[in-house]
């Protein structure tokens, strides 16, 4: 376990970070700036991180374990049967609480304000689909792993970037999202074991 210095260090970097993608792309922010505006020298910023692409690696990394971490308690809690529809419900309302919980940072994703971003994020989030779907077989899918991850990460994204955009609340994206993901597990997108 990381000592709180270094825990409270990093956690000012990243909210640092995030103060700036509000003004600025994140292809305009130097290391410099966020060490600056972040009252820390380079060598703590460059003690933690190689630079701020890794920053940017950390904090996706620290998103999908919270991600993982709600998935799981979701499925403790109300899919002790492994329904294989209810993970995937489960597996929605996981990324919609990763996304509100730090909606700060994931209001800068998209692909017009910062193309690096969202094409990193959407990797991630990809890949994670894509071992999901190999290690959960109950809904096999009609089209490949990735075709599939790849399906479900641009519409499930896009959809909840349009929801934020155009003004919803955050119960009226859930149950948007929800039901158009419902409508789709119950399409032949999937064959059911």
Same mark, same amino acid.
């Given at each position: 376990m990381e000592d709180k210095r270094i825990i409270k260090t990093k956690k000012n970097i990243k909210a640092t970070l995030i103060d700036m993608l509000s003004e600025m792309p994140f292809e305009k922010v130097s290391v410099a700036d966020l060490c600056r505006r972040g009252e820390i020298s380079r060598i703590t910023f460059y003690?933690?991180? =190689?630079?701020?692409?890794?920053?940017?690696?950390?904090?996706?990394?620290?998103?999908?374990? =919270?991600a993982y971490d709600i998935y799981h308690n979701l499925q403790e809690a109300n899919n002790e049967k492994h329904d294989s529809v209810a993970e995937y419900m489960n597996l929605l309302k996981c990324v919609l609480d990763m996304f509100y919980n730090n909606i700060n940072f #994931?209001?800068?994703? *998209? @692909?017009?304000?910062?193309?690096?971003?969202?094409? $990193?994020?959407?990797?991630? &989030?990809?890949? *994670?689909?894509?071992?999901? +779907?190999?290690?959960?077989?109950?809904? !096999?899918?009609?089209? *490949?792993?990735?075709?599939?991850? @790849?399906?479900?990460? $641009?519409?499930? #994204?896009?959809? +909840?970037?349009?929801? &934020?955009? =155009?003004?919803?609340? !955050?119960? !009226? &994206?859930? !149950? &948007?999202?929800e039901d158009i993901y419902a409508i789709m597990l119950d399409s032949k997108l999937f064959s059911k074991k």
């Open positions: 003690t933690h991180y =190689e630079d701020k692409y890794a920053l940017v690696a950390e904090m996706y990394n620290d998103y999908l374990k =919270e #994931f209001a800068h994703t *998209s @692909a017009e304000e910062n193309p690096y971003l969202f094409t $990193n994020f959407y990797n991630y &989030v990809l890949k *994670s689909v894509e071992e999901y +779907i190999f290690r959960h077989p109950g809904l !096999e899918p009609k089209y *490949s792993p990735k075709q599939t991850a @790849a399906f479900l990460c $641009n519409g499930l #994204f896009g959809v +909840i970037n349009t929801c &934020v955009h =155009e003004g919803m609340k !955050e119960r !009226e &994206v859930r !149950e &948007v999202t």
